[in-house]
Structure formats: C-alpha cells, structure tokens
C-alpha cells in the first residue's frame, strides 16, 4: 500500500476522529478511478487505523455548466465499472445519479455527518475547486484533500509559470527525486477491512442510489434535463477503455510518435486525453508504461536541468516527445490553474499579448463568422470546417489542427475576448477533454500563454499566427478531408442554435 507524499494532502477542515462513525468516507469527484490513485491509498489507510470499513462515493449532479449527453456518458462509464468491480468488494459504492435539478443537495454532508474522516481529491479541472470548499465546510469530521493530478504534486512549484521552457528546467530539477513517489496499481486487491454493509436506511432512502442497469439504460440519460443535442460518441470513458487505448498506443503508435503526431492522417497521437481529464487513467500508469515500454531507469537521465526538450530522459526521441506533452505541458497547465484562479479569464494573458492583440484590433479581416458559424463549420475554410465537424461528431479534435482551428477563430472575429468567448464556448460543449486545465491552455496557447512574441503581423500582433495554406503543405489531409470535409459533412443547428452532425 502506498502512501501519498506529504505535500500531496491537503487537511481542508481540522477535526479528531469521529470514532463512533460508521466508516471512512472517500468522495470521489476527480479521480475517478480505483487504480493509482492517492486518495484512495489514503482513504484505504485511514480505514485501516481506524477499523473502520470504507464507503466511497461518487456522484453525477445536473447543475454543470455544458452538461450534456456527451460529458454525463463518459463519467457513466467509469461508474459502471466501479459498481461491477467494487460488488465483490468489502468496500462500499454509493453511485447518485441526479435525475432533478437539486435532488443530491444535502447528500454529501449528510454522508459525512456519519463518517469518521472524509477524503476527497484535490484538483484544479473544471468545478472541483467549488466541491473542495464545499468540503471544507462540513462540521465535525477531519476532511483531507488528496492530490494526483501528476507525477509532480500540483503545489510543488509554488507559483504558476508564465513559459513552458521555465517550467522544464524547474521540472528537471525537481523530478528525479520524485520519480519514486507512486500510487498503488489497485490498492483493493486483498484488502482487509470490515464490511461497509447497508447505507444508513434514512439517507437511502432519500437518495437511492443507481442500479446496475441505470448505466446501460438509453432512456435514463434521455430523460434528464441536459444538452441532447451534444450526443454521446463511439469514444467510452472508463479505466478498461483507457488502459486498452494506452496498450495499443504504446505498442503500435509510440515507435513513431515524433514523425507522425502532427499528422492527422496517422494514428500516432495517444488520444488519452478525454480520460485524463475524467480521471479514468492515471499519468503515474501512462508513465510507466511509456517506461517499460523503453526499458529505462532513472539512471540514463541527464545531470543537466537545462529546460530542453529533447535529450533529458535518455529515451528515443519519441517517448521524450510524448513525456513533453503528458508531463510538462499537461503540469504547467494544472498548476496554472492552481495559482492562478481566474485563469479563464481573458484578463489573465500575458500583458504583452494582450496589448499587442488590441493593438489590432481594428486590422481588416477579410472573414468574419458569428459563434453560430463557427459552430456549424459554415466558414470558408475547408480544413477549419473539417475540424470543426470531427469535434461535434467524436469530440475530437487532432492536436495540430486544434491548434489552427483556434489560431483561426482568433483571425475571423472582430475582437480576442470575443475569439476567447467562441473557443472556450464551442471546445467545452463539444470536446471530451473540454472544461479541462489541459485544454484551456490550448486555447490560451492561442493567444500567447505560455508563448512568446513572434514578428509583428496584422490582426495577430507579435501572437504566433498559422495559416490553413502551410497546414495543408505540412501535414497529410488527404484521408482525414476525405471523411470530414465535403458537402455530405455538413452540420446543422438546432432549435437552441447547436450544432449537430
């Protein structure tokens, strides 16, 4: 059993044991997953000092903003999971579905006025910094915030970095000594602890749990007040989806990661994103299997905390690839979010990029598109639209073309707020990965978070610009524009002006 670093718990509200509690209460809101996850190793040992059994809890509300059939089916999945795994077990599982707007008020401090100690996961993604101060007002019980979110702990650096290069050198620096610091692969497998047994008949009996059969019923989701018009995708959620993505990916994609990732012709992109952001795989487990995978140890690092992107690790230039993005771009993101709360502000970008983006503000732009257009792929655009079309169908976009859609969006509107307000708007209602730290520093990469100044150019300022013409020069389409572009493709808005496949 492992046992979380120090600096990855966090004590929200200070209270004895509650001794006479029933159980040790896990509140599983981030990570969701029962594997390499440190709030579980800590809720696991919590139960073990006390005696206690372990109930963990995890809950599916309404209120979210973009709350759609896309967003409620992934973390359905994971749900589904956990109940079959965790049905044999003698820890306990309280999945709640909310099938009206409020019904699950008062559950979790309900659950935690029973419990000895609460346990919950500590994450900057979407609205769990809300559900961490809602944690840290329950009455009467110790309540302890656990961190996974990376292989280094979120609170590490101390201060968010404005320069992913800045960021690799304190990574560098940092990492190694980390490196040894990891979460149980299944903390439950032999577990020993008292049986959680019935739920409290008064709390049951308000909230009743979701059955088996609930995650496998199409007229459930159908019936609850959310977005239908973001459909679900063939993509599922889930820590068996997601492990069987990383095998393939790792055996038959890694090998060719650096040649080919660009290309959206390829299959070299992992595609693990939308399950790290529901947190159904861990970046400890992708870790290592990239590490396996190589036959590495600590031992081929370089001494040279340099910030460079390639060479450091001692790997093939691939798995350096692939590790740049899971760790340093993925972690300076999360721990921007961390330090910085409004970083989904536009008032948050760098004061150079600000001020050189209003500098032009009042440039020509040869093409203007209201957030409808954008959203129903109606641009001129053939590469755009096609981007566009795969994000409303498979919730998706290619990382390279993401990169073009948004630095476009910037290009064909008449003000950055208003390029801003399109990209989060579109990517969160749409893409799997969305409402994430991750992909808010795509859309901020745009506007030149985590950039630097480039030579000064009309509409974009000193902002990195891209263009549709060098994209098509530089990357295979042919097989992606076959199936995304083209009149057949076309998308429609709904009544509510969203677009549908």
């Known amino acids: 059993m492992s046992h979380p670093p120090t600096m990855r718990v966090r004590t929200l509200a200070e209270a004895p044991p509650r ?33 206690k059994p372990l109930l963990i809890y995890e809950g599916l509300e309404l209120g979210y ?44 401090r309900a659950l935690a006025a029973r419990a000895c100690h609460v346990v919950t ?6 609205f769990t910094p809300k559900l961490l101060e809602a944690a840290s007002r329950l009455e009467g019980v110790r309540v302890d915030a656990v961190d996974s979110v990376g292989l280094l702990p979120i609170r590490a650096a101390g201060r968010p970095y404005s320069a992913a290069y800045h960021f690799r050198r304190y990574l560098h620096k940092e990492l190694p000594a980390r490196l040894g610091d990891v979460p149980s692969a299944d903390p439950l497998t032999g577990i020993v602890l008292p049986p959680m047994g019935e739920l409290p008949t008064e709390v049951a009996a308000r909230w009743a749990p979701a059955e088996p059969a609930d995650f ?22 889930g ?87 899971l760790i340093t771009w993925r972690e300076v993101g999360h721990g921007y979010a961390v330090y910085e709360p409004d970083f989904t502000q536009y008032e948050t970008l760098p004061a150079w990029a600000r001020q050189t983006l209003e500098d032009h503000v009042h440039d020509r ?62 990517n969160n209602r749409y893409a799997l990965d969305g409402r994430d730290p991750n992909s808010y520093s795509g859309i901020f990469w745009v506007m030149g978070r985590f950039d630097r100044g480039w030579p000064e150019r009309p509409i974009f300022g000193k902002v990195r610009s891209m263009t549709s013409a060098s994209t098509r020069r530089k990357l295979s389409l042919d097989r992606y524009l076959e199936r995304w ?17």
């Open 19 to 51: 001794l006479g509690g029933a159980f040790v209460l896990y509140w599983m809101t981030a990570t969701r997953r029962l594997e390499w996850n440190y709030a579980l190793d800590h809720a696991v040992t919590v139960a073990r000092s006390l005696g």
């Open 65 to 108: 903003r973009w709350a759609s059939d896309r967003h409620h089916q992934a973390i359905m999945d994971g749900m589904r999971e956990h109940s079959t795994k965790l049905s044999a077990s003698p820890v306990g599982y309280f999945p709640f579905i909310e099938r009206s707007a409020g019904e699950g008020r008062g559950l979790v």
């Open 121 to 126: 996961d500590d994450s900057p993604v979407f």
């Open 216 to 237: 496998e019923d199409p007229s459930l989701l159908a019936s609850l007040p959310i977005d239908h018009s973001v459909g679900t995708t063939p993509w599922r959620g």
């Open 239 to 325: 820590a068996s989806a997601a492990r069987s993505r990383l095998q393939d990916f790792v055996e038959a994609s890694l090998p060719r990661y650096v040649e080919d990732r660009n290309h959206p012709d390829s299959m070299a992109p992992s595609g693990l994103s939308p399950w790290l952001h529901y947190g159904h795989i861990s970046p400890h487990e992708i870790f290592r299997a990239v590490v396996d995978a190589e036959e590495w140890t600590p031992i081929r690092l370089s001494d040279k905390p340099d910030g460079r992107r390639s060479g450091w690790w001692g790997m093939s230039a691939s798995a350096e690839a692939f590790l740049d993005q």
């Open 365 to 426: 732009r040869e093409h203007l598109y209201s957030a409808d257009e954008f959203a129903a792929a109606e641009t001129h655009d053939e590469i755009w639209n096609a981007a566009q079309r795969q994000l409303v169908e498979d919730g998706y976009i290619h990382n390279y073309l993401r990169m073009l859609w948004g630095k476009k969006i910037l290009e064909w509107t008449e003000h950055p707020r208003e390029a801003l307000d399109v990209m989060v708007e579109i």
């Open 485 to 501: 572009g083209g009149p057949s493709a076309q998308l429609t808005l709904d009544g509510a002006g969203h677009a549908t496949a």
